[in-house]
């Protein structure tokens, strides 16, 4: 009997391309485990009038461990009208799966790792000031509060009377005071004391394990007074117990003009939901961009891996496959090290390193040509080319 089962969730898209070649990797390295696919995206929407379903939350509610591919969302207009026509006027209400997954299970604390490898044409350089070129080496991994904040779905458009006497007592609803419900949207951004207390930590502890000289914590708290604020003031409590590790303080609108000009300086980045959100996939986009952008969900009991790519449905039924695994082979290390199998992972991405290096096999985007089809014509590797190099390295 396998150690582990793994939920394996494909989801939509370029998901049900990738997560496979994830799988053929851990196969490879001998992960001993059994893997469960599970139903989530856009055709259960559709079909279902449920993206997320309940069979697929019982089984990672038994087996505590997924990966997980990609997905479609829509706005909410469009959401509705490609539901299926039987389900309409039922009160079905789309809902991101991945957002409502991770409040099911309390996924709080998010990991997005934005290392570069060296060899990567992709990599960020810059431009020396006596002449020619530098290349840093970007090793940041953003904490990302993953399940307040703009994204924690309390939000109206044309709201209730009830909520607009309650915003009535805030002296600076008074210019929105006079505006009909009708014409009015709003989000909420929440925060809680414990929720940061739980990211800010998890960020300080994985710095002290991994040898980071500082923790940034990357908000707006000039602006953003009380959420931001709160991050803030919690990051200097728990800072006392951390004295050999540095805590700075960025803006993320300075900190998105910072990582483009000394992205070596950042280690342990923490954010709330929304601006964890972006400045991960901006550091991404330094190290080769999405395909090269890993995460991890975890939670007190489950923990969820994915790649941070959306579903590219335009690259989905291309014939052989040319999008880039790596994103999601390294979510699959990232697994590996969350049940302890660290030998394992570090091969894995010793692997994905010397691929890297060797240059010999690279997919479209690591060679800049346009996605489609003509791109394995002009060299590039399909997506099982890429995998079968990885493997090959494993050793």
Known sequence: ????????????????????????????????????????????????????????????????????????????????????????????????????????????????????????????????????????????????????????????????????NALGMHPKWKPFADVPSADLAMSVRLFTRNACRRI?????????????????????????????????DVAREVK??????????????????WLTKNPEDYGVLVAGNMFGDIISDAFAGLVGGLGFACSGNIGDEVAVFEPTHGSAPKYAELDPPIVNPIAMILSAAMLLDHVGATKMAVRVRDAVAAVVREGKVRTYDMLRLPGGAKAIGQGAATTTQMTDEIISKLG
């Open 240 to 257: 006392a117990d951390y004295p050999n590790i540095e805590h700075w303080s960025t803006n993320i609108d300075a900190q998105m003009m």
């Open 200 to 232: 800010v930590r998890a960020a300080f502890e994985y710095a002290k394990k991994h040898g980071y000289k500082s923790v940034t914590i990357c908000e707006k708290p000039n602006v953003l007074r009380e959420t931001s604020g709160m991050m803030e």
């Open 1 to 164: 009997m396998a150690k582990y089962t793994v939920v394996t969730m494909p989801g939509d898209g370029i998901g049900e391309v990738v997560l496979p070649e994830a799988v053929r990797v851990l196969d490879a390295v001998g992960f001993d485990a059994e893997y469960v696919h599970a139903d989530i995206g856009w055709q259960f929407w559709v079909t279902q009038g449920n993206p997320l379903p309940d069979r697929t939350v019982e089984l990672l509610r038994r087996h505590k461990l997924g990966l997980f591919g990609a997905i479609t969302s829509k706005p909410k207009g469009q959401a509705k009208q490609e539901l299926a026509p039987e389900l309409r006027d039922k009160g079905h209400e789309y809902f991101s799966p991945i957002v409502a997954m991770r409040q099911l299970f309390n996924l709080d604390v998010c990991i997005r790792p934005c290392r570069s490898f060296p060899g990567n044409p992709l990599n960020f350089v810059r431009q020396k000031a006596g002449g020619g070129y530098d290349e840093p080496t970007v090793d940041a991994v953003v904490f990302r509060q993953n399940t307040e904040g703009l994204y924690c779905g309390v939000e109206w458009t044309d709201p209730p009377q009830v909520v607009r």
